[in-house]
Structure formats: C-alpha cells, structure tokens
C-alpha cells in the first residue's frame, strides 16, 4: 500500500475517532443535564419534609419528569396528578403567606376610663383620703363659740402585684424559622398581660392580683350612710334581671344615685350581651333611649352618658352587677411599674431560650362614692 493510500486512511479513521468524539460529548452533555434536573427535584423534596420512603415511591415520577425534558414525550408524563404524591404530588408545593391569621380578643376600656399611677419605687401606692367634714352652727351675738368638730382623714392603698409568662423555644426553631419568632411571642405576651389585668380590674379578688370593682362589699345605703370601702348598688326588682315593666325606669334610678359631681364625667360599663338587652328599651313615647355614636370611634350613649362595653364585666343573672355607672377616674386607680420587662435566657434550660417576662401592676377603689352598681335583684 502506498503512502498516498495510507494517508487516506488515517485521515478517514481520524475522522470517525472525532465524530465519535462528539457523539461521547453530548451524551456526557444529556446526562449531566439529567443529574441537575434529579438533584433539583430531590432540593425540593427535602424541603418539603418528605422521608426516604416517599423518595423512593416518587421515583416513576423522576423517570417520566426525566424523559419528557430529554426527548418532550408527554406519553408517562400524561399520567401524572396532583391528587397523587408519587404521580407528581409531591412537587406541589404550598404558597407561605407572608401574613399571620390572629385571632382577635376584646380589649378592657379600664385603663383608658380609670386613674392610673406609674410609681418607679415601692410595692404599694397610697394616698389621703379626704371623706370628712368640720362641723358648723349658727350663734346669736354674744352666744358662746365652743370648738366645733373638726374633720377626719382616712387612707387607701394599692399593692403593686405580679403578673409573669414563661415561654420555652428550641434554639433550632428559632434558627430556622423564616418569621420573627421572637417578636411574636413579646407581642403575644404583652397581649396577654394587658386582658388578663384587665379582667382583674373588675373581678379581681386582691390576692396575689388586682381588687376589682366588683369584689367590694355592696350595700343600698347611700354616700353618707354607707360605711367606707362599700359600694352602693340599685336592685333591679328582678331576681335574675331587668322587671318586665319599665324596665329603663331602674337604670335611670342608679344614674340619679350618683351625685351630681360625679356624674359630669361618668360612663356605664356593660358587656354586649347587656348592652344587646338595653338596646331594645324605650320610654313612655316609645322612643329608644339607647343612642349610637354619631361618628366613627365615639361610644354610644344611654340617658346621655357614654357606654363602654367591657366583656369582662357579667352577664344578666341571679345576684349579678351587670352594669357599673360612675366617675371612674376618680372612683378606681390602677398602679404600676412602668413597662414590661423580658428576659431572653438562652443558657438556662438548653436547647431551648425561655422568653421570661413580667410586669407589675395593681388595682383598687379609690372613692367608693364615684361607682355605682346595679344588682339583680329583689332588694
């Protein structure tokens, strides 16, 4: 074979060797392509918290997803269904809102009604209480002029008490969330603090917590007759709620047993159950004496006195004080320590980090003459 013959040939094997080559090349190329698609796929499982098993029950799902991208054959892919997990359910995956669903709870008006003290030392706050009265007398002109009675003061305190949480959370939780864990559970706590003293502020029994309004001792005899740290309440005549007849008739006799000036500034407290009742009364013209606020944000009215609808106070029933009618700026003083303090403690109880936070607070009567109460009742 000559030389010319022989160089033919190699050119011609040459040839074939880099077509080969290529042909290696691209597979290497469809292949690799092929692993990134799986290696995607299997990010994506991982994520959404699938195990093992449920890898491998997804693996049709892989082959079919695999062969339509290579060679777009929609003949195994066509049988594929969200319905299913493995026929390609799994690579559905939810949408995580960015917002958060709450729940929302009634607020108690009692701070915003109420006198409220912020003292930065001390457990307790007090102050005078000014309820007497000198005496006087008329004399003729040379008439003698003996010493007169002169007035008494008394005193009234409130302790400042303790209210605390104690939220655990994994280190890891808070590591991995994508949300301000953090953040959530101070707001979830302050949230918290401010309803449960609210409830106190009416029906707190005073131990280890605020004295609500409706733990004092009750009686019908009016502001001069009435021993000090009473309350007075009207019955309703009704053993269990409002009389069947005239039913307003009696809410205007515990408005007029409020002395005048006290009344320039009362309110009525009520829940809406209560308020849901009145709401239906009418006068002697068959008018509603119930009015609502004109505006938005401004409280209904009742005889001409804002209403402020606080769930916390109680229902219509036997021997219940539905509704309170008052000063209650000068009838009931909140007390506190400003501000509520937050440990975040991540070394004491590990894994976790405790969210300790506390606050201090407390609550009482002020001037029993400023409130009034109305009872269910016969007497």
Same mark, same amino acid.
């Given at each position: 074979?000559?030389?010319?013959? =022989?160089?033919?040939?190699?050119?011609?094997?040459?040839?074939?060797?880099?077509?080969?080559?290529?042909?290696? #090349?691209?597979?290497?190329?469809?292949?690799?392509?092929?692993?990134?698609?799986?290696?995607?796929?299997?990010?994506?499982?991982?994520?959404?918290?699938?195990?093992?098993?449920?890898?491998?029950?997804?693996?049709?799902?892989?082959?079919?997803?695999?062969?339509?991208?290579?060679?777009?054959?929609?003949?195994?892919?066509?049988?594929?269904?969200?319905?299913? $997990?493995?026929?390609?359910?799994?690579?559905?995956?939810?949408?995580?809102?960015?917002?958060?669903?709450?729940? =929302?709870?009634?607020?108690?008006?009692?701070?915003?009604?109420?006198?409220?003290?912020?003292?930065?030392?001390?457990?307790?706050?007090?102050?005078?209480?000014?309820? $007497?009265?000198?005496?006087?007398?008329?004399?003729?002109?040379?008439?003698?002029?003996?010493?007169? #009675?002169?007035?008494?003061?008394?005193?009234?305190?409130?302790?400042?008490?303790?209210?605390?949480?104690?939220?655990?959370?994994?280190?890891?939780?808070?590591? $991995?969330?994508?949300?301000?864990?953090?953040?959530?559970?101070?707001?979830?706590?302050?949230?918290?603090?401010?309803?449960?003293?609210?409830?106190?502020?009416?029906?707190?029994?005073?131990?280890?917590?605020?004295?609500?309004?409706?733990?004092?001792?009750?009686?019908?005899? #009016? $502001?001069?007759?009435?021993?000090?740290?009473?309350?007075?309440?009207?019955?309703?005549?009704?053993?269990?709620?409002?009389?069947?007849?005239?039913?307003?008739?009696?809410?205007?006799?515990?408005?007029?047993?409020?002395?005048?000036?006290?009344?320039?500034?009362?309110?009525?407290?009520?829940?809406?159950?209560?308020?849901?009742?009145?709401?239906?009364?009418?006068?002697?013209?068959?008018?509603?004496?119930?009015?609502?606020?004109?505006?938005?944000?401004? *409280?209904?009215?009742?005889? !001409?006195?804002?209403?402020?609808?606080?769930?916390?106070?109680?229902?219509?029933?036997?021997?219940?004080?539905?509704?309170?009618? !008052?000063?209650?700026? =000068?009838?009931?003083?909140?007390?506190?320590?400003?501000?509520?303090?937050?440990?975040?403690?991540?070394?004491?109880?590990? *894994?976790?980090?405790?969210?300790?936070?506390?606050?201090?607070?407390?609550?009482? =009567?002020?001037?029993?003459?400023?409130?009034?109460?109305?009872?269910?009742?016969?007497?």
């Amino acid at each position: 074979m000559d030389i010319e013959t =022989l160089t033919k040939s190699f050119e011609g094997y040459h040839d074939e060797v880099t077509g080969l080559a290529g042909t290696i #090349d691209e597979l290497k190329a469809a292949l690799e392509g092929e692993r990134a698609e799986r290696e995607s796929l299997e990010a994506r499982i991982n994520r959404s918290g699938i195990g093992e098993g449920q890898k491998e029950s997804a693996e049709p799902e892989h082959k079919a997803l695999a062969k339509f991208i290579r060679s777009g054959d929609e003949t195994e892919l066509k049988s594929l269904s969200v319905g299913s $997990d493995p026929d390609g359910g799994y690579t559905v995956l939810p949408v995580m809102s960015g917002s958060l669903t709450q729940r =929302l709870y009634d607020q108690s008006p009692m701070r915003r009604i109420c006198r409220v003290e912020q003292i930065e030392a001390g457990d307790a706050f007090e102050e005078l209480d000014d309820r $007497d009265e000198p005496d006087a007398t008329w004399v003729g002109e040379s008439s003698g002029r003996p010493a007169t #009675d002169t007035p008494n003061l008394g005193k009234w305190r409130v302790p400042v008490e303790e209210i605390y949480a104690l939220q655990p959370v994994t280190q890891r939780l808070l590591d $991995d969330t994508a949300r301000d864990l953090g953040g959530w559970i101070e707001g979830k706590i302050a949230d918290k603090f401010g309803r449960t003293e609210g409830t106190a502020f009416v029906s707190g029994d005073g131990v280890l917590k605020p004295r609500g309004i409706l733990a004092y001792d009750t009686t019908t005899d #009016d $502001d001069f007759t009435r021993a000090a740290g009473k309350i007075q309440y009207a019955p309703t005549g009704n053993a269990s709620g409002f009389p069947a007849s005239n039913p307003a008739d009696i809410l205007r006799t515990l408005m007029w047993a409020l002395r005048g000036p006290y009344r320039s500034d009362a309110v009525w407290q009520m829940n809406s159950n209560t308020a849901s009742s009145i709401d239906k009364f009418k006068n002697s013209q068959g008018d509603y004496i119930w009015r609502d606020g004109m505006t938005a944000g401004v *409280p209904p009215s009742l005889l !001409g006195y804002p209403v402020e609808i606080n769930e916390d106070m109680p229902d219509l029933g036997a021997d219940a004080y539905p509704i309170a009618f !008052g000063n209650f700026t =000068l009838g009931y003083c909140i007390v506190e320590k400003p501000g509520m303090k937050l440990l975040r403690d991540p070394y004491s109880a590990k *894994p976790n980090v405790l969210f300790y936070a506390y606050r201090r607070v407390g609550g009482g =009567l002020a001037n029993d003459d400023a409130i009034k109460l109305l009872k269910c009742a016969t007497s």
